[in-house]
């Protein structure tokens, strides 16, 4: 966190560095990043990303969408347009955050975003299957996203029993685990350990951690066995 000087923001383990959330998923022939944050660029950089189909969204906070701008890259490099992926309210707030990019008469370089609005339907992008699972963050729908033996879940604290049950199954979660203190709107450390253990996934990682959880070396040695706290850079086979 700017301007904090804890024991986790002073760390020199690298695995304490952690940019926004947000994942990339890759099949033989389709790349998709779900969330675009306001490290999306140097996300992108740091991994040297050379191809992109597609971006999912989760839901419209700041820390999700911020850095949509620079999918103007892939749009030069691939000559096309950008596939977004949203649920009605997401898109809605992308076109107003990003109105330069929707305008009639566009200066030259600004990115094309092409919107495709999602319901809890499942779909297809190139070859991955989705299927959008709905999540509360505190009032507001949040979009988990299975991918086969996958699911990947943000900014959750709730999650209605029917959702529930397009988890189990997975081979792989990886869910939200803020801090250990309660918080509105994510799940805590331990709710998280709870849910993981209700749906019996077998593998789960823990994502959108705050710098008030802890070192990650610390916390991850009291974990339950199969429960790791992801990090960046982390990179699973599924
Ligand atoms: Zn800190
Ligand atoms: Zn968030």
């Known amino acids: 966190m700017i301007a904090c000087r804890c024991a986790v923001c002073t760390s020199p383990d ?8 947000s994942i990339q998923v890759e099949s033989a022939n389709t790349t998709i990043v779900v969330d675009t944050t306001p490290d ?6 740091r991994i040297c990303a050379t191809k992109l189909d597609a971006v999912l969204f989760t839901h419209p906070h700041k820390d999700h969408i911020a850095g ?29 955050e990003f109105a330069y990019a929707f305008a009639d008469k566009k200066y030259p370089g600004v990115p094309e975003l092409e919107l495709n609005e999602i319901t809890l339907e499942p779909f297809t992008i190139g070859d991955i299957p989705v299927i959008p699972v709905e999540v509360w963050h505190l009032k507001m729908p949040v979009y988990g996203f299975r991918f086969g033996n996958f699911t ?4 959750a604290n709730r999650i ?11 081979e792989i979660l990886v869910v939200n685990a803020l801090r250990k203190e309660p918080h509105i709107s994510h799940y805590t450390l331990n709710e998280a350990i709870d ?17 008030q959880l802890g ?15 992801a990090f960046d850079g982390l990179q699973l086979t599924v």
């Open 160 to 170: 209605d029993e029917s959702e529930k049950e397009k988890i189990r199954g997975s």
């Open 40 to 45: 999306f660029r140097y996300q992108m950089l």
């Open 152 to 155: 990947y879940i943000t900014d």
């Open 195 to 211: 849910l993981v253990q209700e749906l019996e996934v077998p593998e789960a990682y823990f994502t959108h951690i705050s710098h």
């Open 68 to 96: 949509l701008d620079d999918v103007r890259s892939f749009n030069f490099f691939q000559q096309k347009a950008m596939q977004l992926y949203g649920n009605s309210m997401t898109l809605d707030a992308i076109m107003r």
């Open 215 to 229: 070192r990650h070396e610390e916390i991850e040695s009291q974990l339950p066995k199969g429960i790791h706290l």
């Open 14 to 21: 690298k695995k304490d560095k952690r940019l926004r959330s």
